[in-house]
């Protein structure tokens, strides 16, 4: 299969790719291309990419070089930040990114190595249509250049992402709720310790108070007990201010040896604790603070590799990391192991994907 066609620039009127003016380099070049054309749905997109007086003595993702804004059918559009030493690099010296690959390297007649970057973007709303794309440069201190883009839909491919358990919070009845994915483990409450279904601006959520939790069992979830590399997504808002030093939103571990937790601290930052057998934990840490009140979409993701915070579908924060030591046993959310380690607020869904 041909993931990335380039284009023939004799048979396109001398014009093959796309390049941004960035940081004083090549002036005659556009800041910005609107409207490139897509009129199709997508799972993702794939954009082949380099970048050219890259600094690479700057702080990892401290500087966005560039940003796709991806215009869909319905209106609305989504922001694609180019970080630099994330999404994209120098095409000097190329090495894989924590959010891009190595396409091609070579060399010319002043280097070597040379390259080209791919770098995926998961499409939050596949069911609407892309209509165009703008690419928009000179947001930092390197020149853009964008060969191809091109997009993909779920095929059962075996390094896609599948779906093994999602609870909508809302649906809860008879102190459980029921797993969206067939033959997935049910989320349940003890009466005592059960969260409190209210109503805001006519929508059914999930309230949780003083250490009021739901409990699973990892077992029960088709994959989650085997370990290895998967993502946990939860959609919540905070109300307020865990009365302990921290919230707890997921956990499902053995302190210190297996399984991970997810929690938000007083500071009202996120923070994934992730357990091994043989070596010391790991800790990840969220930037910026949620805001009390805000709705926010976070994933944290155990690719193999790194370990990832994504918040509104934007990569946060990662480390280094091999996925927690698998752990066979219960979890519960909505609250932790601690003194008042309790989440005050909302959660109105959660899921976790392994891959194919």
Not at 121 to 148: C, F, H, M, R
């Amino acid at each position: 299969m041909q993931l990335l066609r380039l284009i023939d620039p004799a048979a396109n009127k001398k014009r093959a790719i796309i390049t941004l003016t960035g940081g004083g380099h090549d002036s005659a070049a556009p800041q910005r291309v609107n409207g490139i054309a897509v009129g199709k749905k997508a799972d993702r997109l794939w954009f082949l990419q380099t970048a050219c007086w890259g600094d690479k003595t700057k702080a990892v993702g401290k500087e966005v070089q560039a940003r796709y804004i991806i215009h869909f059918d319905d209106g609305s559009s989504v922001d694609f930040d180019q970080r630099n030493q994330i999404e994209i690099a120098d095409w000097w010296n190329p090495v894989p990114l924590p959010s891009a690959k190595v396409a091609w390297s070579g060399r010319n007649a002043a280097h070597a190595p040379i390259g080209i970057y791919v770098t995926p973007w998961e499409n939050p709303y596949p069911d609407k249509t892309i209509t165009t794309i703008d690419a928009l440069g000179n947001l930092g201190s390197a020149q853009i250049v964008l060969l191809a883009i091109t997009g993909g839909v779920d095929s059962g491919s075996p390094n896609t992402m599948k779906l093994i358990s999602q609870w909508n919070m809302d649906q809860i009845a008879n102190s459980q709720i029921k797993n969206s994915v067939p033959d997935s483990g049910v989320l349940r409450a003890d009466i005592k310790t059960q969260p409190q279904l209210i109503q805001m601006n006519g929508e059914n959520h999930l309230r949780f108070r003083n250490g009021q939790r739901l409990t699973g069992d990892t077992r029960k979830i088709p994959g989650l007990a085997d370990g290895g590399p998967m993502r946990l997504d939860v959609t919540l808002v905070v109300e307020e201010k865990s009365p302990g030093y921290l919230g707890g939103i997921y956990e499902g571990m053995n302190y210190g040896k297996k399984g991970f937790r997810l929690s938000v601290g007083s500071n009202l930052k996120l923070s994934v604790e992730i357990f091994f057998e043989d070596s010391p934990p790991k800790f990840l840490k969220s930037k910026a603070p949620l805001e009390l009140g805000g709705t926010y979409s976070i994933s944290i993701d155990f690719d193999g590799q790194y370990a990832k915070i994504m918040i509104n579908d934007k990569l946060d924060s990662l480390i280094e990391c091999s996925p927690p030591s698998a752990y066979g046993g219960l979890f519960q959310i909505g609250n932790a192991s601690g003194s008042k380690y309790h989440f005050h607020g909302i959660i109105k869904e959660m899921s976790f994907h392994k891959p194919n």
